[in-house]
């Protein structure tokens, strides 16, 4: 039965004096009902001859009484009233598309986003109304996800379990070496899901050859076909559309600069856009979406002497809100002098930190924002290996225990050696 035929059977039953019209959201029912409806619920006292004298045509209102008579007992043993707003969504939906695909014949990219979405609501078949909160149950909620990678998880405390994941720093920090070590921990430790990356900075083939070889362990998750990765994405849309038909459960995106500097000038109104986009995906998906973004200008010239603060962050503002997770990478080198006023963690020379300055989940193992430091690299076969390098942290029973160092811990410590660090 499509949406005007439930509306006027419901229309029928309010007015036969079956079925309340305070059980009724006006907004549910297709014209010409929906007005009378609205009418009802603000004059509770409404009599029928109100509608008859108010509202035209008042044939509708005939022939609304009589589709019902034709009901007999199931006009009050069925509920009629579930299915209006299922009706309302698929028929406003089918407008929707229909309006869509004129468009498209027309040469206009569609919103690719708001279609997906509510495709997606009508294939899950999800309830759109309002729940009372007693109804909801909270036993299977999570907060957070495991990510795989042993020392996120003991420090952070996992990864979001959807919306953005933005890992900043300047360049050579391994941003992109960091999201394929995630990728890999990630697929490791959930056997059967699978991820997708999207590399805005260089060909899919180079992404791939890089990171199988830093990390071989990659390529049985590439020979299991569990990785998806595309270098000629042109903007968020093209984004949108490739991960709204797959099922996949990590989404990276590498890098939003370069997917801002696709769509041509850089604007805040661009950068905010983006933000949001990548928002409302990671909603539609239910996935974590990892991003990696640049320092600002004046944070890349300070790096060198100061750690990176979270609102270091190019275009900070749509960043920090849009982050469920937000990440800073920061390589301490030798020559790297920061003086004590302007260090809030342990200056380590020649280690690379992870600092997380947000986590929308909270702090499930080690209380943050902190920082997680690691020694310079691993060596493998003669090859330096990012972010596989021994934590530091707390000596307990002769194994070092990862320590989520936090802001402020170098006045604490008073310390500028790796040794305090790892004490």
């Known amino acids: 039965m499509n949406w005007y035929d439930l509306s006027q059977k419901n229309f029928g039953l309010i007015l036969t004096g079956k079925r309340p019209s ?18 009802m619920e603000n004059n509770p006292d409404w009599d029928k001859s109100d509608i ?50 004129h468009k498209m014949k027309s040469g206009e990219k569609p919103d690719v986003l708001h279609l997906v979405s509510d495709l997606r609501s009508l294939s899950l078949e999800e309830d ?7 109804d909801i149950d ?62 805005l900075e260089m060909p899919d083939k180079r992404y791939l050859k890089r990171g199988v070889t830093m990390y071989p362990d990659l390529q049985p998750f590439v020979d299991e076909r569990r990785l998806w990765i595309s270098g000629k994405a042109k903007g968020i849309e093209d984004i949108v559309a490739e991960t709204s038909t797959r099922n996949i459960s990590l989404l990276v995106i590498d890098s939003i600069d370069y997917l801002a500097a696709a ?26 979406i990892i991003v990696t973004a640049q ?3 004046v944070a890349k010239l300070s790096s060198n002497h100061k750690f990176l603060t979270r609102y270091d962050i190019a275009w900070s503002g749509s960043a920090e809100d849009a982050a469920e997770q937000l990440v800073a990478l920061q390589h301490v080198k030798d020559s790297m002098s920061i003086a004590r006023e302007d260090s809030i963690f342990p200056v380590v020379k020649d280690a690379f930190y992870m600092i997380s300055y947000k986590q929308r989940f909270g702090w499930p193992v080690q209380q943050g924002p902190g920082a997680v430091i690691l020694d310079r690299h691993k060596i493998r076969n003669g090859g330096v290996v990012l972010w596989e390098s021994s934590a530091h942290g707390i000596t307990k029973n002769g194994e070092v225990i990862p320590q989520l160092y936090k802001e ?13 660090a790892k004490r």
């Open 22 to 39: 305070q059980a009724y959201k006006p907004k549910n029912f297709h014209p010409p009902f929906d007005k009378p409806v609205a009418y």
């Open 52 to 101: 008859y004298l108010k509202f035209s045509p008042t044939s509708e209102w005939d022939v609304a009484q009589d589709s019902i008579r034709s009901l007999n007992g199931s006009a009050e043993s069925i509920d009629w009233g579930k299915g209006l707003e299922a009706a309302r969504i698929l028929w406003e939906t089918g407008e929707k598309m229909e309006r869509t695909g």
């Open 128 to 134: 759109t109304g309002v729940r009372n909160a007693a």
């Open 138 to 199: 909270l036993e299977d909620v999570q907060m957070s996800q495991k990510s795989g990678w042993d020392i996120w998880d003991n420090t952070f405390g996992g990864m979001p379990i959807n919306g953005p994941l933005v890992i900043y720093g300047p360049m050579g920090t391994g941003k992109t070496f960091c999201t394929l070590k995630l990728v890999k921990e990630f697929l490791g430790y959930y056997k059967e899901k699978e991820a997708m990356a999207f590399t």
């Open 263 to 288: 769509r041509g000038e850089v604007t805040p109104s661009l950068m905010d856009y983006l933000w949001k986009q990548i928002v409302q995906l990671g909603r539609l998906l239910e996935i974590p």
């Open 295 to 297: 320092p600002n200008r």
């Open 408 to 420: 402020g811990s170098y006045k604490a410590e008073g310390s500028n050696s790796s040794s305090r």
